[in-house]
C-alpha cells in the first residue's frame, strides 16, 4: 500500500524566512496531494492541495511542488509569521475514501 | 451550523470496557472516515463509509467497529478497550469519497485506557 514519508519532523525558523516541508510517497498511482496544519489542540484543516496533473499551486504566501518522476511533493511557506506555528501533515491518495497522512512537520516561527 | 461535531470531548476508560464514540455532521456529506492520532504517527485511517449503508476498513481496524445507519451519524466502538488504543481520535467529512474532495475534520476526542 501507499506510505508518505515526511520531514523534517521539527522545523524553527526566525520570523519572515522560508520554510519548507518535504514528503515522498511510493506508490505512483496516487494522484492527489493535500496539505493540513493543525494548530495546538485544535483540527486538521486542509491549507492548499494539489492533483498530480499540476507541478505546483500557490496561495498568497503558500505553495506546493510535485514531482512526479521522483515521487516527492513539497510545502513552501514564505514570509513566515508566528501565527504559522503548527503541526503540518501531508498526505497522498491513490483512490477514494482513503487519505495516507505524513507524521507531521512541527514548524515554530520564532518572533 | 455546526459542522462537524464530537462526543466525548474526553474519556478515560478502564481496559476492557467497551466504549462508542459519536460524530454528527450537519453538512449533509455522503463520506465520513474516523481517524486515530499518535505522536510520530500521523493520521491513520481506522474505518470508512462513503455513503449510508456501507463501511470499509482503513489502515488501523482491528479492534474498531463503525456503523453508518444514516448520513449524518457515524459512531466507532471499542468492544474491548486496550491500553493501545490510548489516542486521540478525529472524525473527519467530505461531500462525497471522490478523491479530490477535501476531508473536514470534528474537534476530536481524547481517550484514554487504563
Known amino acids: 500500500g501507499e506510505n508518505v514519508e515526511q520531514h523534517p519532523s521539527t522545523l524553527s525558523v526566525q520570523e519572515g524566512d522560508s520554510a519548507v516541508i518535504k514528503c515522498t510517497y511510493s506508490d505512483s498511482a496516487s494522484n492527489y496531494f493535500p496539505w493540513y496544519k493543525q494548530e495546538l489542540g485544535k483540527r486538521p484543516q486542509l491549507i492548499i492541495d494539489?492533483?498530480?496533473?499540476?507541478g505546483e499551486k500557490k496561495d498568497q504566501r503558500i505553495a506546493v511542488t510535485l514531482n512526479k518522476t521522483a515521487k516527492h511533493f513539497s510545502l513552501h511557506i514564505t514570509e513566515t509569521q508566528p501565527e504559522d506555528s503548527a503541526v503540518y501533515f501531508c498526505a497522498a491518495s491513490m483512490s477514494s475514501y482513503k487519505l495516507i497522512f505524513g507524521s507531521g512537520t512541527r514548524l515554530l516561527v520564532r518572533p | 451550523i455546526a459542522g462537524i461535531t464530537q462526543a466525548p470531548t474526553s474519556q478515560i476508560l478502564a481496559a476492557g470496557r467497551r466504549m462508542t464514540l459519536r460524530c454528527t455532521q450537519d453538512?449533509?456529506?455522503?463520506?465520513m472516515y474516523w481517524y486515530r492520532q499518535d505522536l510520530g504517527l500521523g493520521l491513520r485511517l481506522i474505518h470508512y463509509s462513503n455513503t449510508a449503508g456501507t463501511t470499509g476498513k482503513g489502515e488501523v481496524p482491528d479492534g474498531y467497529s463503525v456503523s453508518r445507519a444514516n448520513t449524518d451519524d457515524f459512531p466507532l466502538t471499542l468492544a474491548s478497550a486496550v491500553p493501545s488504543q490510548t489516542s486521540v481520535y478525529f472524525c473527519?467529512?467530505?461531500?462525497?469519497?471522490?478523491?479530490?474532495?477535501?476531508?473536514?475534520f470534528g474537534p476530536g476526542t481524547r481517550l484514554t485506557v487504563l
Open positions: 473527519a467529512s467530505s461531500t462525497d469519497g471522490g478523491t479530490y474532495n477535501e476531508q473536514f
Open positions: 494539489i492533483r498530480s496533473n499540476v
Open positions: 453538512m449533509r456529506h455522503n463520506a
